[in-house]
């Protein structure tokens, strides 16, 4: 079905080439896989196929046919035989779920008789069912794609070619697509999927043609994916200044819990009286004489105790802060200003009043 012997692309403003001594063959009915990372040359196997590029050097044989010596005007019926699936769906937005399928049949010029029969049958085979009235902003992702397979299948192709069908799609409905395409192989045609959805891969242990730099690394039936061990783990990349952001966080923080003692708490201060401190609780207490005679050193005298008329002098202690080392933070003096803190030359930050 597909033959690269010795295949190399050049693309004109590029010093590498895409594909270098390419050489595999595809044979009927198989389902391939071409993995690789992004530039290793998959896309450009596919648009070789689909005689969208010429080989550089070597030959590339289609259904027969050597594509090198293809005339041009004969590349609109070759493709007749080639179904086409893309990342993006390609869907005309103004055109129905059935017109769209119905297009690839009216460009080739089939009759409408053959059209009514062959589109809803496709449209059945991918599961939409009484959804050909629908205009593709009414579908979702997963429809839309569903919809280009019918396009790309109504026609009844030997080769269906598939670029990350399944790239815009959530993991649940790219199983769907997956087991579809499965069963659009298991019906006699050949597909050849160009992925990097390590998992399908694994899972369905097809064959696979690994790509690296446009060269064929791997060429292994019933394979996988690969060894994935060396891709880079996402892990949270330091961030420059995060260590002085959070000590400068901490800093307001406490700078804020300060103010807002001090605004509650006003004028509010310790009192301390003059007179001499209270005495111990583990002291003995005084006697007083049985007759209530006695000189006044010899009796406790009875103090009332102290009331709001009463008017000690007192001493202010104030609510002092902990100092907040702005320097350790690297903080320029335009920062300290806007930030409304002390610009280091006092021993203390105090609360605000």
């Known amino acids: 079905m ?7 692309k050049h693309y004109r403003g590029t010093s590498k080439p895409a594909l270098h001594d390419v050489d595999f063959e595809v044979q009927r009915g198989e389902f391939v896989f071409l993995v690789g990372a992004s530039g290793s040359g998959k896309s450009s196997c596919l648009r070789l196929i689909l005689r969208e590029d010429a080989p550089t050097e070597g030959r590339v044989i289609v259904l027969g046919r050597d594509l090198r010596t293809l005339a041009n005007r004969k590349v609109p019926y070759f493709r007749r035989h080639i179904g086409s699936v893309f990342q993006d769906f390609r869907l005309l937005p103004n055109k129905t779920v059935f017109q769209n399928v119905a297009f690839t049949l009216q460009v080739i010029g ?4 053959f059209i009514g029969q062959a589109v809803p049958e496709v449209l059945a085979l991918v599961g939409l069912e009484g959804k050909d009235k629908r205009l593709p902003h009414e579908l979702s992702g997963g429809e ?9 299948l109504v026609n009844r192709p030997q080769v269906l070619l598939a670029d ?25 045609t050949t597909v050849v999927m160009a992925t990097h959805e390590a998992g399908f891969v694994d899972q369905m242990q097809r064959r696979v043609i690994e790509l690296r730099g446009g060269v064929v690394l791997r060429d292994e039936r019933h394979g996988r994916y690969g060894d994935t061990s060396g891709l880079p783990s996402l892990a949270p990349a330091p961030v420059k200044g995060a260590a002085a952001t959070a000590a400068l966080t901490a800093a307001l923080e406490l700078h804020r819990e300060i103010s807002a003692a001090g605004a509650e708490g006003g004028a509010e201060t310790e009192r301390v009286p003059d007179a001499a401190p209270a005495a111990r609780a583990d002291a003995p207490a005084p006697v007083a004489p049985a007759d209530g005679a006695g000189s006044p050193a010899s009796r406790v005298e009875e103090r009332p105790a102290p009331s709001a008329e009463m008017t000690p002098s007192t001493r202010a202690i104030p609510i002092v ?11 320029t003096g335009l920062d300290v200003d806007r930030l409304g803190l002390d610009d280091g030359t006092d021993d203390e930050v105090g609360p605000t009043s």
Do not use: H, Y
């Not at 597909?2 to 190399?8: D, K, S």
């Not at 839309?144 to 790309?152: S, T």
């Open 2 to 8: 597909i033959r690269f012997e010795n295949v190399t």
């Open 321 to 331: 802060a902990p100092p907040v080392d702005l320097d350790g933070l690297g903080l």
């Open 164 to 188: 990350e069908p399944t790239g815009n799609l959530d993991p649940a409905t790219s199983v769907d697509i997956m087991q579809l395409l499965a069963r659009i192989n298991a019906g006699g």
């Open 144 to 152: 839309q794609q569903r919809v280009a397979i019918a396009r790309a």
């Open 110 to 113: 089939s009759s409408r008789a």
